[in-house]
């Protein structure tokens, strides 16, 4: 998945209760349901790992 800003590749971030994507060349981070209509297959088998995600 790409980073609407840069374009570069967004990784799955967890951190104590929130899961966040972060952008590996320009840091924005998104939450999940800022860009839960783009995600790609990758991504979204990487978030199946998480039993909760909280949209905070």
Do not use: W
């Amino acid at each position: 998945m790409k980073c609407r800003q840069c374009n570069e590749k967004l990784h799955v971030q967890r951190r104590c209760r929130q899961v966040r994507l972060r952008c590996s060349g320009c840091g924005r981070e998104y939450q999940i349901h800022e860009v839960a209509a783009d995600l790609d297959p990758e991504t979204e088998l990487e978030l199946e790992r998480f039993t909760c995600i909280i949209y905070d």
